[in-house]
């Protein structure tokens, strides 16, 4: 199976910062098949990013993903108080479906 | 509204199994699949599995395969995840989520989650 490493664990930073998280994958995805998730507490995960890069619908634009073949990026370009949260990276090339353990983005 | 319903909380013995029931509202049931996520306390996404109620086309993750069994029921529009001989290690929030029916997209819409404790 495709295993994905995120890095780095805890991103801690203060509102208006750049964010840039990064997720690894133990073999080459698609680009079609990449996608990142944002999960605040008590909630189910988000939808944020699919194909890499194509933002889902409600998404602010500061948020923008990146990346080809086992290294992907993604950026939010001025943090806002509703950011800090746990992001997710999931391929979805090959089944099973994998995600990445994890970025948490906290209050510095 | 588009949306996913699931079944509530469910508490079992180490051994036994469980079903949980997802039910989705606001789109055609057999125009997409559902995957199934879990989640244990304070951890991340664990992708289990995905059907497409359309052909019947399962995929399992590897570490569960002999012990998960997803289905669906096109009369009643809803879909289900059984798992069998619990184990503790499997108390998790169970979520449901839509994908596309060849399931070559990420889950778009999600269930509210619905928590399975495993004791004795």
């Known amino acids: 199976e495709i295993v994905l490493t995120q890095s780095p664990g805890t991103l801690s930073l203060s509102p208006g910062d750049r964010a840039t998280l990064s997720c690894r994958a133990s073999?080459?995805?698609?680009?079609?098949?990449f996608a990142w998730f944002q999960q605040t507490p008590g909630q189910p995960p988000r939808l944020l990013i699919s194909?890499?890069?194509t933002r889902a619908a409600g998404v602010p634009d500061r948020f923008s993903g990146s990346g080809s073949g086992t290294d992907f990026t993604l950026t939010i370009r001025r943090l806002e108080p509703e950011d800090f949260a746990v992001y997710f990276c999931?391929?979805?090339?090959?089944?099973?479906?994998?995600f990445g353990p994890g970025t948490k983005v906290e209050f510095k | 509204q588009v949306q996913l319903v699931q079944s509530g909380a469910e508490v079992r013995r180490p051994g036994a199994s469980v079903r949980v029931s997802c039910k989705p509202f606001?789109?055609?049931?057999?125009?997409?699949?559902v995957a199934w996520v879990r989640q244990a306390p304070g951890q991340g996404l664990e992708w289990m599995g995905w059907?497409?109620?359309?052909?019947?086309?399962?995929d399992y993750a590897h570490s569960l395969q002999d012990r998960l069994t997803l289905t669906t029921d096109t009369p009643t529009n809803t879909a289900y995840m059984e798992l069998r001989s619990l184990r503790s290690d499997d108390t998790a929030l169970y979520y449901c989520?839509?994908?596309?029916?060849?399931?070559?997209?990420?889950?778009?819409?999600w269930g509210q989650g619905t928590l399975v404790t495993v004791s004795s």
């Open positions: 989520a839509r994908v596309l029916v060849t399931g070559t997209t990420p889950p778009d819409i």
């Open positions: 606001g789109y055609s049931f057999p125009a997409y699949g």
């Open positions: 059907i497409s109620p359309y052909s019947g086309h399962t």
């Open positions: 073999e080459t995805v698609s680009t079609s098949f």
């Open positions: 194909g890499t890069s």
């Open positions: 999931q391929q979805y090339f090959r089944p099973p479906h994998t």
